[in-house]
């Protein structure tokens, strides 16, 4: 006879798999530090990647200013407010990564224990069926 609890929850751990547990397996399996800081490099190049472009489109559209600085040699000052906003935004930036990388490898965690609870349910339930 067929167990329908069975049934449903074989079929909900096949809709996982299929889903979400490609991402939540690839995720689980590093370490939470290591899938963090994998990922903190990765925002940290792209930040300051997209910060040097923003910066080159600012030097471009305010070519006059800083001739105008470097000629009177009060270019320093200006560099230190570049130095100090990209010094902000990246700190921001590595915040924002790090809370959501964890809150992301928590959630897979989570949605995974609840995976391997379903699999052991249906392993449970084969076995009833088995005596």
Do not use: P
Not at 1 to 23: C, D, F, P, V
Not at 70 to 81: E, G, V
Not at 111 to 125: A, G, S
């Amino acid at each position: 006879m067929l167990n329908i609890r069975k049934i449903r929850w074989m079929t909900q751990a096949s809709i996982y798999e299929k889903h979400e547990g490609k991402i939540d397996f690839s995720r689980n399996s590093f370490f939470i530090s290591d899938y963090v800081r994998y990922h903190l490099w990765k925002n940290i190049l792209g930040a300051t990647v997209s910060y040097i472009l923003i910066l080159g489109i600012w030097c471009v559209c305010s070519l006059e200013k800083i001739m105008n600085q470097i000629a009177s040699l009060a270019f320093d000052q200006t560099l230190r407010q570049i130095l100090l906003i990209y010094a902000v935004v990246l700190i921001a930036y590595i915040a924002v990564s790090i809370v959501l990388y964890a809150w992301q490898y928590r959630k897979s965690l989570q949605r995974m224990r609840k995976y391997y609870r379903m699999l052991k349910l249906i392993e449970k339930y084969g076995q009833e069926e088995e005596k």
